[in-house]
């Protein structure tokens, strides 16, 4: 139901701006052709919705990932975006009581994969200045790994988003974007350890990105 809930929103969305985008001229510095593939890299600020589970685990709820993608932009406002980011660090593995997080000094490394597909609509507001919004879906990978003790764990799961922002073209050829991006990824936290003690099972988070867009 969730899926088909973000799938009939982003519908709504690309209906609303295929009817209020205005054409665009060959000689616009915009200029599109009628299909763009558009390679991007990308780089995030999350704050994960299992803030307790990670702040004891890492100091900080917000984190940051990296990676890259293409999108596909069609003439009349239509986007595919595919995004593969990742999410690295070492911090310590710890244990929850009477209300806190302690640390157990335990060196943990965990690896957080998106893979992620969503579609929405994109809009000319002014000649070099793009709103859009969208929704999609994901495949995520976790992986917790220690050399100390027997605990590894590993899983995938699936997990859906929402996005909006704004895309700005600094040339024909170079655009920049920063959008926030709001994830739901249930079923791999909460399975054991300290996200279970605490009661947080959602991997999904909030998170501020930036792209670099290559491409008319």
Known sequence: MVLIALLAASAVVVSAFAQTRPPVTVSSPNAVPSLSV???????????????????????S??????????????????????????????QRAFFFEGEGFPLGIPLTVTLTPLEISAGGRFLATPRFFPYAGAGVGTYGYKEASEFDDGDFAARHVGYLIVGGAEFRL??????????????????LGQAGLSKE???????????????????
């Open 38 to 60: 558009r390679p991007f890299f990308v780089v995030a600020a999350e704050r994960f919705t299992a803030q307790e589970t990670f702040r004891t685990a890492f100091s900080h």
């Open 62 to 91: 917000f984190q940051s990932l990296y990676g890259g993608g293409l999108q596909l932009v069609f003439r009349n406002g239509f986007y595919v975006d595919v995004t593969a980011s990742q999410f690295k660090r070492t911090g």
């Open 171 to 188: 040339s024909r050829w170079v655009a920049v974007s920063g959008d926030l991006q709001f994830t739901r990824v249930p079923g791999i």
């Open 198 to 216: 605490v009661g947080e099972n959602d991997l999904g988070g909030t998170a501020g990105r930036f792209r670099l867009i290559l491409g008319r």
